[in-house]
């Protein structure tokens, strides 16, 4: 390699295409990297400014990708790859001048492989595990699945998009909350990716499609619990994506029974684990 050139080669939007074609051969384990691009490239097109950018190790994308993108405060690397073989990432991880490594980060929805190879280059670029990542199984609902044709709301139920007025709520509810995940959820209600069910006018349950395409923080508030409204907007989204020609899929963290059985009960199906990221420098406070 040229010494002057780095290993994480920029790869323009108008080839994206073929770096999906690639995880389409590994289909579903590279899922969450066939959407980040398709969602991405969409939101490019409807003029929604995101800061994700997208790389492959020596601009091969056989090689796989590594897209980095800020969230707000959250830095987030997105690290895929269609083959068994993580060399040339880890490799590029390596040599790259491109990621601070002064900075934490957030890798999200690692499949087992691509977690080896991180931790095979923790050393070398003197980065540690910040804590260990809680497996979640990945469910998908694929897209050529009938639509639910059982959906019937009551009189005083709606369903509807979120708006800004729903994200205190929203953000107060979240497991992941942090300084700034306000931030992350005015992107998804802005790009029109947070739905929510309402009774009376007042929210009762909501869900998100993130901006890598997968389900995310479904929560019904306490006092509308036990009234089937979580299974009933799931299938309400889940109509909407198949419609839209996608695959519905999600991540559900080991022992989240209700959760999995939900998912199950819609006719999710049960494929690979994931082990989230979360990295930092070796001098940080851990």
């Given at each position: 390699m040229d010494g002057l050139a780095d290993p994480l080669v920029r790869i323009p939007v108008q080839k994206w295409?073929?770096?999906?074609?690639?995880?389409?051969?590994?289909?579903?384990r590279s899922i969450a990297g066939y959407y980040a691009l398709k969602i991405q490239r969409e939101w490019l097109q409807r003029g929604l400014k995101h800061d994700f950018h997208v790389y492959c190790p020596y601009g091969d994308i056989r090689n796989g990708m590594v897209a980095i993108q800020s969230k707000g405060p959250v830095r987030?690397?997105?690290i895929q790859c269609p083959s068994d073989d993580t060399t040339n990432i880890e490799e590029a991880l390596r040599d790259t001048k491109l990621i601070d490594w002064s900075k934490s980060y957030?890798?999200?929805?690692?499949?087992i492989h691509i977690t080896r190879a991180i931790n095979a280059v923790l050393k070398d670029i003197n980065m540690v595990i910040r804590r260990p990542g809680t497996p979640h199984y990945m469910f998908l609902l694929t897209k050529d699945t009938p639509i639910f044709e059982d959906i019937r709301l009551p009189k005083d139920v709606t369903i509807e998009l979120l708006t800004e007025e729903h994200i205190d709520i929203v953000d107060s509810t979240w497991v992941n909350k942090h300084k700034g995940s306000d931030w992350f959820f005015q992107l998804l209600v802005k790009a029109q990716y947070g739905f929510g069910l309402f009774q009376d006018?007042?929210?009762?349950?909501?869900?998100?499609?993130?901006?890598?395409?997968?389900?995310?923080h479904l929560f019904t508030l306490e006092k509308f619990r036990k009234?089937?409204?979580a299974d009933l907007l799931l299938k309400y989204v889940c109509n909407k994506q198949i419609k839209d020609n996608k695959d519905v899929y999600c991540f559900v963290m080991e022992g989240n029974d209700s959760a999995i059985n939900l998912y199950y009960k819609l006719g999710f199906k049960k494929y690979h684990c994931v082990l989230w990221g979360f990295i930092a420098p070796e001098s940080s406070k851990l």
């Open positions: 295409s073929e770096i999906q074609d690639q995880f389409l051969q590994d289909w579903p987030e690397l997105i957030t890798i999200p929805a690692p499949p006018r007042q929210l009762a349950c909501f869900v998100f499609i993130n901006e890598v395409g997968f389900l995310t009234k089937g409204y």
